[in-house]
């Protein structure tokens, strides 16, 4: 199992609030909620900290960007393919 740097290990009661109907069909299923929802809530904060993190280095990437396209691949002599 991959390492998650996010985990702790400890657990933390959380009040969600859900449709009904949603609740009912995965407890018919047999759907742990927490489980899911962690996986959920995990998933969305990685999102959100790749979209931060693209954001607040734009200006470099648009940099490091325009130096490839002028200078090109300074390693493509070492290419295989």
Request: aromatic residues 6%; hydrophobic residues 35%.
């Given at each position: 199992?991959?390492?998650?740097?996010?985990?702790?290990?400890?657990?933390?009661?959380v009040?969600?609030?859900?449709?009904?109907?949603?609740v009912?069909?995965?407890?018919?299923?047999?759907?742990?909620?927490?489980?899911?929802s962690e996986?959920?809530?995990?998933?969305?904060t990685?999102?959100?900290k790749?979209?931060?993190?693209?954001?607040?280095?734009?200006?470099?990437?648009?940099?490091?960007?325009?130096?490839?396209?002028?200078n090109?691949?300074?390693?493509?002599?070492?290419?295989?393919w």
């Open positions: 199992m991959k390492h998650d740097p996010v985990a702790s290990g400890k657990r933390k009661s009040n969600l609030s859900l449709d009904t109907g949603i009912a069909m995965a407890r018919e299923v047999g759907i742990n909620l927490s489980q899911v996986a959920a809530i995990r998933e969305a990685r999102k959100a790749a979209a931060r993190w693209q954001e607040e280095n734009a200006t470099a990437i648009q940099g490091w960007n325009r130096w490839y396209e002028e090109g691949n300074p390693l493509e002599k070492y290419r295989t």
